[in-house]
Nanobody
Framework: QVQLAESGGGSSQAGGSLRLSCAASGYAYYVNYCMAWFRQAPGQERERVAAIYTGGIYTYLADSVKGRFAISRDNNAKNTLHLQMNNLKPEDTAMYYC???????????????????WGQGTQVTVSS
């Protein structure tokens, strides 16, 4: 049974930084998969913010966060995903969800429906 445990999040003023982490358990060591962060603000659709493929070099960052956010996997725990969020803006305010799913070859699919497992979500609130 795959489980995702999220941590981090919270509140920040604009221009500040926060770090999200997600630990995935239940995957066999030889299985490669996509790990992603989605976010959803009230009244808006869930959007993919960042993604990484565990078996290759594929990474993805949404245009809205490029240059501010960075996605990485923990060097000591390969099934742990980090999202470093710098220069936060009020429009980054949302519930952030960690998700995992099969890749498309060595790429990660963009839709939330393509991800099988989800964390419980962690709130990020940025004030101006």
């Amino acid at each position: 049974q795959v489980q995702l445990a999220e941590s981090g999040g919270g509140s920040s003023q604009a221009g500040g930084s926060l770090r999200l982490s997600c630990a995935a358990s239940g995957y066999a060591y030889y299985v490669n998969y996509c790990m992603a962060w989605f976010r959803q603000a009230p009244g808006q659709e869930r959007e993919r913010v960042a993604a990484i493929y565990t078996g290759g070099i594929y990474t993805y960052l949404a245009d809205s966060v490029k240059g501010r956010f960075a996605i990485s996997r923990d060097n000591n725990a390969k099934n742990t995903l980090h999202l470093q969020m710098n220069n936060l803006k009020p429009e980054d305010t949302a519930m952030y969800y960690c998700a995992t799913g099969a890749g498309s070859g060595a790429l990660c699919r963009p839709r939330s429906a393509d991800y099988n497992y989800w964390g419980q979500g962690t709130q990020v609130t940025v004030s101006s």
